[in-house]
């Protein structure tokens, strides 16, 4: 059971993992030192609770003590309770899902670990955006993906609005962080899988026309520049989702990374 | 050619047209009032005007008079010159993009009018956000939908944040507004379109083995409650994406609008 702490001063070292949540340099660096990330609304957290990241500590107002009784009873850490002004003085935001909750993080499963078991794996090259990581996520777990496999430099699915936008969806797939960008695919090839680079060009294979093996991983490139000539020379297959003729003629050329991988997970479990 | 007019005052009545951009309801009766939206970047003011939309006037920063020369050349309109921090101070934000434009809105075609030549709709019921409103446009132009459909609750399209989120779409897919939420569904059916409603039901038909007829019009629902029970009924045929049965044990039982858009857009166009 929580301890309920009312806490007055912003400025109190104990809220310290809660501060500035929107400054996402300050928010890596500092989530990165102390190994914990921070999850919001009831939701959410009693998903990151389930998925068995301890809790550090729980955020609150004294108005929502009461809605969030059964969290507060279940969770065993103190619940630091402030007021609305002091909660967005410390956060940089208006918290509307009445809690945060500062939680562990844990060791992130091996490449390998994760292929072991999963058919269709979802391949993200340097994502920058964390609503699109987030998106991705809630996409590829809604629609049965087995496993996703980050690059090393794509944006962390346990900043918090990747961790919101995903609807808790960061802890119902199982997911793991290349070490070596320029080696780590060979590690896919070995399992077995197929590697299908998703592109713009509409001059390869349609997704939908591309036979799916017992194994295939869908490589999704940055939002900016596509997949890397590396990742890309390293597929053994380039597909590409049907655009309108008249549209991109209109200059309406591409889809944003979130539909684009929507459609391009529908079809990998077809 | 713009006339270039360097103003200083963030009151300037001259700017009138800019002011508080993030402010939803003070745009919406102010857009209203003066028949005017306001679209952010060279790109999409670029196909603001190439859609017929006349320039009331631009914003922009000396600095980017240069970067920005071919488009002043083209329009015939004061372009006001302002340093950043009055920028920020009028809109309310940082613009990154270089410049605003404030258009005159055209009126919009009737139901029957976009429904004419059409054969494959999306219908958007009570759609509230903005971003998921311009993230839907996208997505039903580059897939080849030829015209939207709006419920007359459906968020604003030409709100700045669906233009600048649709990267223009909402100027290259027509669109109509229904006057009429109750009896309107009668237009598409009169017109010979089967009615497809999108619902997170499981016990439903899977979208990609419903027969898509001649003419199909796929109806989306709003972010919190999805189809009202009305549209619902008048469907002809009720629709959904499969969900991985796993996911939805862990509670990951459902896919945003835009997600679900992008599915079902494509599997319209199949």
Known sequence: MASLIPVSDPADPRLADYVRLRDVNLRKSLEAEHGLFVAEGEKVIRRAVGAGHPVRSLLTSPRWTGPLADLLDGVDAPAYLVDDATMESITGFQVH??????????????????LATARRVVLCEDI??????????????ALGIDAIVLSPRCADPLYRRAVKVSMGAVFAIPYARMTNWHDDLGKLRAAGFTLLALTPDQTVTPLDEVPIGDRAALMLGSEGDGLSSHWLDEADERVCIPMSAQAMANGVDSLNVTAAAAIACHALMR
């Not at 844990?106 to 994760?114: E, G, M, N, R, W």
């Not at 920058?128 to 777990?141: L, S």
């Open 97 to 114: 899902r009445g809690a945060l909750a500062s939680l562990e993080r844990l060791p992130l499963p091996s490449v390998d670990a994760v």
């Open 128 to 141: 920058v955006d964390h609503t699109n990581v987030g998106a991705i996520y809630r996409c590829a777990a």
